[in-house]
């Protein structure tokens, strides 16, 4: 069992950037691969970025590649989402998740979830 608490979230204007942090407890952090997914108001829950175990394969959605970094700490228990040039559509409450996958981070089974936290970028 894994708990995950997020925090790093806010208001920023276009063109920001954050960065989104990650905690992990109750277990082993290195066993899990990471990622990051985001929920817009009326919308599902949608993909944004994701880590392997050791930090060796990363993968994003195309809306984000290029203006967002996924990275991790083993030691510190810590998934990061750095944000950059942050755009209105970017707006979202951002959840992480870890999980088990492959060598195709994007697709792992992420079973423990955090309990988001909310992005909103102003135009």
């Known amino acids: 069992q894994v708990q995950l608490v997020e925090s790093g979230g806010g208001l920023v204007q276009t063109g920001g950037s954050l960065r989104l942090s990650c905690t992990a407890s109750?277990?082993?952090?290195?066993?899990?691969?990471m990622a990051w997914y985001r929920q817009a108001p009326g919308k599902e829950r949608e993909f944004v970025a994701a880590i392997s175990r050791t930090d060796s394969i990363t993968d994003y959605a195309d809306s984000v590649k290029g203006r967002f970094t996924i990275s991790r700490d083993n030691a510190k228990n810590t998934v990061y989402l750095q944000m950059n040039s942050l755009k209105p559509e970017d707006t979202a409450v951002y959840y992480c998740?870890?999980?088990?996958?492959?060598?195709?981070?994007?697709?792992?089974?992420?079973?423990?979830w955090g309990q988001g936290t909310q992005v909103t970028v102003s135009s």
């Open positions: 109750g277990s082993t952090f290195g066993d899990y691969a």
């Open positions: 998740a870890a999980g088990f996958s492959g060598r195709r981070v994007r697709l792992g089974n992420y079973r423990y």
